[in-house]
């Protein structure tokens, strides 16, 4: 088993910042390190979207465009955690966020079905 727990999402207003946290578990888990990471999104009525990916070791990281030098992907591999650092937030980044995981030590993942785990998901709200 594989347990992903996602925190840290909020209500904030326009412009400003937060910070998810995602902390991998299990039995399963036997390594952090082994896994690549990526955080989606989901708005209503819209379908999940790739947001940021990042590769075992932390040496490789992607970001949706919409993101892209506004958010930022992290990891601790000793914490067995990924973050995402979300700064300039608009009402548009509202969305439940969710964090995903793969036993994979190639590339950036940016497709859903690439993932086989993932967490409950985080509601960030972004008021204008």
């Known amino acids: 088993q594989v347990q992903l727990v996602e925190s840290g999402g909020g209500l904030v207003q326009a412009g400003g910042s937060l910070r998810l946290s995602c902390a991998g578990s299990?039995?399963?888990?036997?390594?952090?390190?082994?896994?690549?990471m990526g955080w989606f999104r989901q708005a209503p009525g819209k379908e999940r979207e790739f947001v940021a990916g990042i590769i075992w070791n932390g040496g490789s990281t992607y970001y949706a465009d919409s993101v892209k030098g506004r958010f930022t992907i992290s990891r601790d591999n000793a914490k067995s955690t990924v973050y995402l650092q979300m700064n300039s937030l608009k009402p548009e980044d509202t969305a439940v966020y969710y964090c995903a995981a793969d036993r994979w030590r190639g590339s950036v993942r940016i497709r859903m079905n690439n993932y086989s785990y993932w967490g409950q998901g985080s509601q960030v709200t972004v008021s204008s």
């Open positions: 299990g039995r399963s888990f036997s390594s952090f390190s082994s896994y690549t």
